[in-house]
């Protein structure tokens, strides 16, 4: 049998498998507020699973950092509140959870931060959309962050790490790929500073290692994880030397003894497979320069996930899409059960449509 059903260590926690409920932006937090809703708390209590890692949805770490419409965030009372109440489910299950902590940096509207412009390293345009009121809208214009201003978001991180230890969440994941506000700082096709934040690979990993030393003095680094995406162009993203980019951020994450490391492929150009079939290459190279567990994302189905972990490239695959429509995932994987299909105009806001209401295999057996 596959080693993508055996159990792992990762940091601090200890997992009954390798099969992760990938960070998905789903936007159905009760608002105003950005709140996690009961339909949340029923999303991922159906996905819990004894010794299972859930990644929760990417979480806004404050006003300025919000993005999208109906994506929750971490950084009021009543946030907490509701999220307490996802993590009380999915632990009376036996499984851990995870909150991502996100800052969308330049892809944001004025509309979402408070009638301020959005924040970035520089002021590059970006031409992806961004979800409000209004619907899908391009972006505002943004502005480039002062010096003083950086500390601020890095102290915003660790005040979200707090809060989400409050939640009772078992530990966190920095959001640093996926073209937002980390991310922006980490590539040069969007960070044109000359400061200590810009120029050479060393100032530009500055801001990921500053906010992951913040987060980690919260939790340690074994309750820690990175995403990052090497090579991903979503968010108008580029660098030009991406390779030598991410080996030098894997390597400087070795000094945290993160939980893990958190790598999209990048044959996933936005939510999208390759259309030419790229093998995952990320966790490849990059495996030999980070020491600790490594999490592989994008587009695996049950063959290809259980080929990355058995040759060694990855300890752990997580699945978005696949888990969205079967809420018993690991079981369908574990047993080689068919998956149900996703419904993709779901994916965006809504109602229980597309989100709670995917039966699991048992009740579709039962129902035929």
Known sequence: MSKLYSGVQIGA??????????????????????????????????????????????????????????????YSDAQVAGWRKVTDLVHSKGGIIFLQLWHVGRQGHVSMTGGVAPLAPSVVPVEDLVFTDQGWVKASPSRALEIFEIGEIVEQFRQGAIRAKEAGFDGVEIHAANGYLIDQ?????SNHRTDVYGGSIENRTRLLLEVTEATASVWGGGRVGVRLGPS?????????N??????YAAEQLNRFGLAYLHLIEPRIIGSELRADGLRPVAA??????????????????????????????????AFGRHFAANPDLVERLWRGLPLSPYDRSTFYGGDERGYTDYPRYADTVLVA
């Open 242 to 247: 991406p390779d030598a980019l991410f080996a």
């Open 284 to 317: 490849h190279q990059l495996r030999r320069v980070f020491k600790g567990p490594i999490i592989a994302a994008g587009g695996f189905g049950r063959s290809s996930a259980e080929e990355i972990v058995d040759q060694g490239d990855a300890d752990l695959v």
């Open 13 to 74: 926690v200890h997992l009954e498998h390798r099969i992760v409920q990938a960070p998905l932006t789903r936007l159905r937090s009760d608002r105003p507020g950005d709140v996690p809703s009961a339909m949340m708390v029923k999303y991922y209590g159906q996905r819990a699973y004894k010794g299972a890692l859930q990644i929760a949805e990417a979480t806004t770490i404050s006003v300025q950092g919000r993005g999208y419409l109906g994506a929750p965030g971490i």
């Open 185 to 189: 700082f980490l590539q040069d096709g």
């Open 232 to 240: 991903g162009t979503f968010g108008s993203m580029s660098d030009s």
